[in-house]
């Protein structure tokens, strides 16, 4: 690969576009008949390979987004991350080893990778969110999907709340429940995507917020999907990293991620990826997003740093793709170096997306975050966390021991009379 490809962060644009982003023409291939629901029957690569071709080949299904065209491939083509008609990250991962064999291990299933039990979730009252947003809170609703108030503005991140990570039913089946629909969840002013994958960028529920008066804010290509499903252009923030937008006192921030994109097996990395520093005049959230472990955090931190609250995703990892999701000793690694202050973990227990058992991740976690003498919180779906208050750090993912009967005081037995 050419060596002008790696960018070095600190040569990166900082600019600051004014205005909406993103606008520009979308290709809009034409309608066509939605995916298979499902099929009948336990996973198998036969099964698994004929939704896939069924799926694939419904191209220009709705699904899949749209095509950036005219006004915004141009923005995107003068990015500097930008070579060869795709987008590349600052540090090359390493080759994925045994990619197929892999993903046939993950979707046919393994033993320990769902929980054999519901897991439990809290369910905040509608009650809970007043008009005016709460000072600085942070709320999992499982996931990468965080609904964040900080400094009057409400921000929900990758908001993924259906049954299915991927384009059809059967496949990336959710197994921790969302705690709020989409109809309970409170007006948002911004929502905030750092990639197209189909487990942070969801169809319907960017339908759902496509007429209500939210600001989307979205790595550069990726307003081409929100726009062919409603959302308008004038609603639409796009950014390359290291560039910001502002909605009313909170500055929001793309800052790099190492990762990939594509919602298809013909679109990878035509759209960017990214992290977000969320920065206000009393408080500063960061969220990783996916990515592996990378220098990048340093630079985050020195640029944008310190964070009070930084949401880092320790899920999903395998040794097959080592620099593309972080480990959970990474993440705890990764929130020193953006300097963060409280670290609450995401991508993980939602959804099984690696071979490793669904609870790894969070018992690592916990075991790396206390080597590491940080301040953390492992809230429940749908536990609120107040960063000043005291935090919730139960492992709630473990079972409840069954709870032992009580016991009376003993009873003398009368003698028997002769």
């Given at each position: 690969m050419n060596s002008s490809v790696h960018t070095h962060l600190e040569?990166?644009?900082?600019?600051?576009?004014?205005?909406?982003?993103?606008?520009?023409?979308?290709?809009?291939?034409?309608?066509?008949?939605?995916?298979?629901?499902?099929?009948?029957?336990?996973?198998?690569?036969?099964?698994?390979?004929?939704?896939?071709?069924?799926?694939?080949?419904?191209?220009?299904?709705?699904?899949?987004?749209?095509?950036?065209?005219?006004?915004r491939l141009s923005r995107m083509k003068r990015s500097p991350h930008w070579h060869d008609g795709l987008f590349w990250n600052l540090e090359a991962p390493r080759k994925i080893k045994g990619r197929w064999k892999t993903i046939f291990r993950i979707?046919?299933?393994?033993?320990?990778?769902?929980?054999?039990?519901?897991?439990?979730?809290?369910?905040?009252?509608?009650?809970?969110?007043?008009?005016?947003?709460?000072?600085?809170?942070?709320?999992?609703?499982?996931?990468?999907?965080?609904?964040?108030?900080?400094?009057?503005?409400?921000?929900?991140?990758?908001?993924?709340?259906?049954?299915?990570?991927?384009?059809?039913?059967?496949?990336?089946?959710r197994f921790l429940?969302?705690?709020?629909?989409?109809?309970?969840?409170?007006?948002?002013?911004?929502?905030?995507?750092?990639?197209?994958?189909?487990?942070?960028?969801?169809?319907?529920?960017?339908?759902?917020?496509?007429?209500?008066?939210?600001?989307?804010?979205?790595?550069?290509?990726?307003?081409?999907?929100?726009?062919?499903?409603?959302?308008?252009?004038?609603?639409i923030r796009e950014l390359d990293w290291w560039q910001s937008t502002r909605v009313r006192r909170v500055t929001i921030t793309l800052a790099p991620s190492r990762h990939f994109s594509g919602r298809s097996l013909t679109g990878r990395n035509t759209t960017l990826w990214g992290s977000y520093a969320f920065v206000g005049p009393t408080r500063r959230v960061y969220t990783s997003g996916d990515g592996g472990y990378g220098r990048h955090f340093k630079a985050i931190g020195?640029?944008?740093?310190?964070?009070?609250?930084?949401?880092?995703?320790?899920?999903?990892?395998?040794?097959?793709?080592?620099?593309?999701?972080?480990?959970?000793?990474?993440?705890?690694?990764?929130?020193?170096?953006?300097?963060?202050?409280?670290?609450?973990?995401?991508?993980?227990?939602?959804?099984?997306?690696?071979?490793?058992?669904?609870d790894e991740p969070a018992e690592r976690f916990v075991k790396a975050a206390r080597a590491a003498r940080i301040r953390y919180a492992t809230p429940k779906a749908g536990q609120f966390v107040r960063p000043d208050d005291p935090l919730p750090a139960a492992p709630w993912w473990r079972p409840t021991p069954p709870s032992k009967p009580k016991r009376g005081p003993a009873r003398s037995t009368p003698p028997k009379g002769d």
């Open positions: 040569d990166a644009r900082g600019d600051t576009p004014q205005g909406p982003h993103g606008q520009g023409a979308v290709l809009r291939p034409a309608p066509c008949q939605r995916p298979p629901r499902s099929f009948p029957g336990p996973a198998s690569p036969a099964r698994i390979l004929l939704t896939l071709v069924l799926t694939l080949t419904a191209a220009g299904c709705d699904v899949f987004g749209g095509t950036p065209v005219r006004g979707l046919s299933g393994s033993r320990r990778r769902t929980p054999e039990r519901p897991l439990p979730v809290s369910r905040p009252s509608l009650k809970a969110f007043n008009e005016v947003p709460y000072p600085f809170r942070h709320l999992w609703l499982g996931h990468s999907t965080h609904l964040i108030e900080m400094d009057g503005v409400r921000i929900l991140t990758d908001p993924v709340l259906g049954t299915y990570a991927s384009p059809v039913a059967g496949i990336m089946r429940p969302p705690p709020l629909t989409r109809a309970q969840l409170p007006p948002m002013d911004v929502i905030a995507i750092t990639h197209d994958h189909y487990d942070h960028l969801e169809m319907d529920t960017v339908r759902f917020f496509a007429r209500k008066p939210v600001i989307f804010v979205v790595p550069l290509g990726v307003g081409a999907h929100l726009e062919r499903w409603g959302v308008p252009a004038r609603r020195r640029r944008l740093g310190p964070f009070d609250l930084a949401l880092m995703d320790i899920g999903a990892y395998h040794e097959a793709w080592p620099d593309i999701h972080m480990t959970p000793e990474q993440a705890v690694r990764a929130f020193a170096d953006v300097r963060g202050r409280l670290l609450v973990p995401g991508h993980f227990s939602t959804f099984a997306l690696s071979t490793h058992a669904w």
